[in-house]
């Protein structure tokens, strides 16, 4: 599988989320608790590259970092592999306790 990236938004700013300190750690700790929702789009684009929801939990769990954007009022977590042991580079925005949603992947 080839190195992609998946952008995943809520629509929240992240003002009303965790302290960007403490990001990849609630990253982490959604995506082990399966709150991760996949938009229709993003599941096609998965589709179309071999991926699967497993490919971007692991990715998510195994990240060393997440960095904010403020161009896009989202982080980049990075350093994350699929399960295939690809890099796997994932975008996004975290409502607190609630989930992490997967808008799309190119």
């Known amino acids: 599988m080839s190195d ?13 989320c965790v302290a ?3 990001i990849l750690d609630e990253i982490k700790r959604l995506a082990g608790l399966g709150r991760i929702f996949f938009s229709i789009h993003a599941l096609e684009k998965m589709d179309e590259r071999g991926a699967n929801h497993q490919d971007v939990q692991n990715a998510l769990a195994t990240a060393t970092a997440a960095n904010y954007q403020s161009d896009r009022d989202n982080y980049k977590v990075t350093g994350g592999v699929d399960m295939d042991g690809d890099d796997l580079r994932v975008i996004v925005d975290v409502n607190t306790d609630i989930e992490v949603v997967i808008v799309t992947v190119f």
Do not use: P, Q, V
Not at 4 to 16: A, T
């Open 20 to 22: 960007t300190t403490n």
């Open 4 to 16: 992609f990236l998946l952008d995943i938004m809520s629509g929240r700013h992240h003002s009303e």
